[in-house]
């Protein structure tokens, strides 16, 4: 479709240039559409600041999978003696290194966004926007200097940042978020992770994989709304890994000691009692709120939901005004996962572009947790299943399995599990599946296909393993939790 701009002076402009936005903007501009994308980063309360990109290129995905992967070689190592290879000498990490490894990687993909959206004549503009009405968008440069754009069509894919609690004193001050652990030229050192959802975990993991002492503050459970058995296995392996565990308690203050030092106070809720410990760093990761103060949404009348601040969405991203379009983790009751924004970024210019109708469907999202033990989930948790369903409606098939690269390694596979949730009339659809152990994304990205196409219980079983693999366990799955049989896979 040719551009018809008319008298705006874009088709689209996109406000936010991270996964969603920039997908948005480069699927518009290749459907012909003139097309203008905004992206300001503002420094974190330390300070860090980032280029084009997003969270997830940035101080998300992209690092967190990296510094995974570091503290998984150090495992490696370990192992590898047990393999015969002879390793000479106390083996030790060097964050500096890994860490401008990292952060190159990263620049260099903040410049591959910007040569793309140079391709496809999208125009890139390194300013602060906010709405002035539904065609009408005024961006602010960092010196104070303000533009004016009209469009056809607004989108806002702000996404979100991380929260502090700021009724905590000196945790603004001095504490970390994720926005900052990652740009860290120096170690952390002895870490106070506080919070418990995968953010958390993940941070927790990789610290701890790295060899530093970790500590993570839990409130209340860990990895609220994920499945709770599959969270435990989590943190159960986590522990056994070396990192060290606070439950129900809350912290109260941060202080900095006159050594450098962070005395940390809190409460313990299950007793009562208080306590005090020292730290290098305190990493809060106590959830993430959405990027809609400053756009101006109030004053041209956008449904926010009150208790989140999200955006209130229709299936086809459209908010309570015309012209006006919001996706990714904005949304309000959105996933906040990349790979939905871009899915969601990409359909959406379709539809404005008029090719297509098709909506995004957020049911049966595939994701995996990156923790020491990674945990890979798609469809229902068995609590969801079994409030949908009851507990006879469903039929739950389970088994603790045992990588073979685990054997001669020696190492403890006693949170290595799996489910498959399945509706127990019929043809046992599978509502559905988890799995920890190595690899679980990859694991289960391919078993997510399945729920594509509606895959039963029946499917499942029809599926030839590949021999020696994880993932072939689950095509070998047959006990089930109503049996009360042992679970335990034995033999090759």
């Avoid at 039929?395 to 390694?409: G, R």
Wanted: one cysteine or more; hydrophobic letters at 35%.
């Amino acid at each position: 479709m040719e551009s018809s701009c008319g008298n705006y002076d874009y088709d689209l402009v996109v406000i936010g240039g991270g996964s969603g936005g920039l997908a948005c903007s480069k699927e518009a501009a290749q459907l012909g559409q003139k097309v203008a994308v905004l992206d300001y980063v503002e420094p974190s309360v330390k300070g860090t600041k980032w280029g084009l990109g997003g969270t997830c290129v940035n101080v998300g995905c992209i690092p967190k999978k990296l510094m995974h992967q570091a503290a998984l070689l150090g495992t490696a190592v370990k192992d590898a003696q047990k393999y015969g290879w002879q390793i000479s000498g106390p083996i030790c990490h060097d964050w500096a290194t890994m860490a401008e490894a990292i952060q190159n990687h990263v620049r260099s993909l903040n410049w591959g966004h910007r040569v793309q959206l140079q391709d496809k004549k999208v125009k890139y503009l390194n300013i602060k926007g906010s709405l002035v009405d539904e065609h009408t968008v005024k961006g602010q440069t960092k010196a104070g200097k303000e533009t004016i754009l009209t469009a056809k069509n607004i989108v806002i894919a702000t996404g979100g940042r991380p929260n502090y609690p700021t009724q905590i004193p000196g945790a603004m001050e001095h504490g970390l978020t994720s926005d900052d652990i990652f740009w860290l030229k120096k170690s952390p050192g002895k870490t106070l992770v506080v919070g418990a959802s995968y953010v958390a975990l993940e941070c927790a993991g990789f610290l701890t994989g790295v060899g530093l002492d970790t500590t993570v503050m839990v409130r209340s459970i860990a990895l609220r709304g994920f499945d709770q058995q599959m969270a435990g296995l989590v943190t159960d392996y986590m522990d056994a890994y070396g990192t060290k565990f606070a439950w129900k308690c809350v912290p109260k203050s941060v202080d900095k000691l006159s050594s450098g030092a962070l005395q940390v106070t809190w409460t313990d809720t299950h007793t009562g009692n208080e306590h005090k410990d020292t730290y290098d760093s305190v990493l809060w990761a106590v959830g993430r709120a959405p990027e809609t103060k400053a756009l101006g949404l109030d004053k041209l009348g956008v449904q926010l939901k009150r208790e989140t601040g999200k955006i209130i969405l229709g299936s086809d991203e459209s908010t309570s005004v015309p012209n006006i379009y919001a996706f990714g983790d904005i949304g309000e009751g959105r996933p906040e996962l990349t790979p939905t924004a871009i899915k969601a970024g990409k359909l959406l210019a379709r539809r404005l572009a008029g090719h297509s109708t098709e909506l995004m469907n957020y049911d049966n999202v595939p994701t995996t947790v990156f923790t020491p033990l990674e945990y890979g989930c798609v469809g229902l948790s068995e609590e969801e299943a079994e409030k949908r369903h009851g507990k006879d409606g469903i039929e739950v098939y389970h088994a603790f399995y045992k990588p073979l690269e685990f054997t001669v390694a020696e190492r403890d596979a006693s949170q290595c599990y799996l489910k498959v949730v399945c509706e127990r009339a019929g043809e046992q659809k599978i509502l559905g599946l988890h799995f920890t152990g190595p690899n679980a994304g990859e694991v289960t990205q391919g078993f997510a296909m399945g729920f594509q196409c509606g895959a039963t219980y029946s499917h499942l079983l029809q599926t030839v393993g590949i021999h020696p693999t994880c993932a072939e366990e689950l095509t070998k799955v047959s006990i089930t939790k109503r049996s009360g049989l042992d679970a335990t896979v034995t033999g090759c």
